[in-house]
């Protein structure tokens, strides 16, 4: 249960007019509880009613498929850039920017694994040997600060990624994390990977989606500002693995024959 | 060293993730810290964090939605930040219980401790007794291992009082002495009175001291001990049911033969043939 500026979350509900849930009377960590018409939230005394609710798909919209263009490239690197600049200092976000802002924080030993297995998974993804690319997966899971662990908002950005450009390997991809992620992980991070291995994202990552697919640079700043805003450093973590999974299927359609430069 | 609050997470409360935020907030601000981590004790982190030479973090077997804070410093600066933290999690968490009180003690302080000149002093005070025979004979193999009789009472995380057992023997008392780099010269000019006790046969001997205030604060439940005390002064030390301090009567000062000198400052260093200030 959420604001409604806090944009459509899989399995969300957003209550709209209203800026600040504590005005409701519900509280941080009540329970909800299905009823006739919607839901109620007992220790609140709130009920619910789902009957004149909106609904909003968590699967991505058509407007957010992307084809792998040399076009899409250059929109890519200057998210990244606009992404890196306002990256926070935690988490993965030294690796939004290729001069690598900030080294490894001193030895920073979850930035370090996560780097390690990170270049292992993506390699294996370029070459397209999905196997190779299971066990760094699923060492990524549960890796990292936070209540979502770095590693797991960087694993839904990537099948984020992957979704929007149909990339084949993301099947066996979200099978093997869906499979893993109950006990590798916490339970919120695992409910997160479940939702993206159903292809369940959150708005924020359909209006960053849809901003590339439209190519439009001075477009892009808003969605991706909008995205790294959530959580401490989950919002730039899940946008590291989104921008890894558009870079490994550009890399690999330009090694196609015939494909454009 | 590590801390391991076990179910620190509940299912998609985003309260958790309040709670996160402030205790690193929490961390950040403790004097001192080289380092301090917070992650959830899933099982890429514990192996991370083994890595790092912090296997104890798995030793009570933490599952994903426990929390594990890692910090890096000396064992003893570590140990006071996680127990400062301990405390206030106990509140944040709601494990702390209002309406009953817990009470333990603690026992076999460590005897010596490292000085930062890489020396060894006291941990408490320079009479505790070992432990044992063979606490004291570490102090020539691996003195910060050696154990005292030493013992404090804490009540709802709170130290209520503490005391030890002394040393009732001259060669003991000799032998921390000279570990604490006391030359028996020195030993003897400071302590003379105490070892020659010791050697005409003191018998062995210990107490404790508890605060009643503070169990009275305790019991009232409060934590304010000024809310419990008779005559409470004020921040300033500012006794204001007494008035005091007080100026004082300048007969009473020549009667004890004292005066007041005025300490030197760095504009007027203080030279032998100053003259002395009156008495106030």
């Not at chain 2, 933490?62 to 930040?81: C, I, K, M, Y």
């Not at chain 2, 025979?133 to 291992?145: G, I, K, S, Y």
Request: charged residues 20%; glycine residues 12%; contains cysteine.
């Amino acid at each position: 249960v959420a604001t409604a500026d806090v944009g459509g979350l899989p399995g969300g509900i957003l209550i709209g007019g209203v800026t600040d849930l504590r005005q409701t009377g519900i509280r941080p960590g009540m329970a909800f509880v299905p009823s006739a018409d919607g839901w109620s939230i007992p220790s609140a005394g709130v009920g619910i009613d789902a009957s004149r609710a909106a609904t909003w798909s968590p699967t991505l919209p058509a407007a957010a498929s992307l084809r792998l263009t040399a076009e899409l490239a250059r929109t890519v690197a200057a998210a990244r850039r606009h992404a890196a600049d306002r990256a926070p200092a935690g988490g993965l976000a030294p690796m939004l920017s290729g001069s690598d802002r900030g080294g490894d924080r001193g030895g920073d030993p979850w930035l370090t694994r996560a780097r390690a297995l990170i270049g292992s998974q993506l390699e294996a993804l370029r070459l397209g040997d999905v196997a190779a690319a299971m066990a760094p997966t699923v060492g990524l899971m549960g890796l990292g600060v936070g209540l979502t662990p770095s590693g797991d908002d960087y694993l839904v950005g990537l099948l984020a990624g992957m979704e929007a450009t149909d990339d084949p390997p993301r099947h066996g991809l979200a099978a093997v994390i869906a499979g893993h992620a109950p006990l590798r992980t916490t339970a919120i991070g695992a409910a997160a990977l479940g939702q993206a291995s159903r292809g369940a994202f959150a708005e924020r990552l359909h209006d960053v989606l849809v901003a590339l697919a439209r190519g439009r640079l001075d477009q892009l700043a808003v969605p991706i500002e909008r995205a790294m805003t959530y959580g401490a450093t989950s919002g730039s973590d899940t946008l590291v693995g989104l921008f890894a999974a558009l870079d490994v299927a550009i890399a690999r359609s330009q090694r196609r024959p015939g494909a454009a430069a | 060293v590590t801390l391991v609050v076990k179910g620190a997470v509940h299912r998609n409360s985003y309260r958790d993730s309040v709670e996160l935020m402030g205790i690193a907030a929490q961390l950040e601000q403790l004097v001192g810290i080289q380092r301090a981590g917070l992650v959830m004790a899933t099982r890429a982190n514990l192996a991370v964090l083994a890595e790092a030479g912090l296997a104890d973090a798995a030793a009570s077997g933490p599952g994903p939605n426990d929390l594990v804070v890692a910090v890096a410093d000396s064992f003893r600066t570590a140990s006071v930040a996680l127990g400062a933290l301990r405390v206030s999690l106990g509140e944040v968490l709601g494990l702390a219980t209002a309406d009953t009180h817990h009470a333990l003690w603690v026992t076999e302080f460590p005897l010596v401790e490292r000085t930062p000149e890489g020396g060894w002093t006291f941990a408490h005070n320079p009479f505790c007794s070992p432990l044992g025979p063979a606490d004291l004979a570490l102090l020539d193999t691996d003195p910060e291992r050696a154990r005292s009789k030493q013992y404090d009472l804490v009540v709802d995380g709170k130290e209520l009082g503490g005391g030890s057992v002394r040393i009732h023997q001259r060669p003991v008392q000799e032998r921390i002495f000279a570990q604490l780099g006391t030359s028996k010269e020195d030993a003897a000019l400071r302590f003379g009175a105490l070892l020659d006790a010791l050697e005409y046969g003191a018998p062995p001997h210990g107490g404790i001291a508890t605060g009643i205030d503070r169990l009275v604060a305790m019991l009232g439940g409060t934590d304010n001990i000024r809310e419990v005390v008779a005559f409470p002064k004020t921040q300033t030390g500012y006794d204001p049911l007494l008035e005091a301090p007080a100026a004082i009567d300048p007969g009473l000062m020549a009667e004890l033969g004292l005066r007041v000198v005025a300490p030197p400052t760095t504009a007027e260093p203080a030279s032998p043939g100053r003259p002395e200030q009156p008495a106030r």
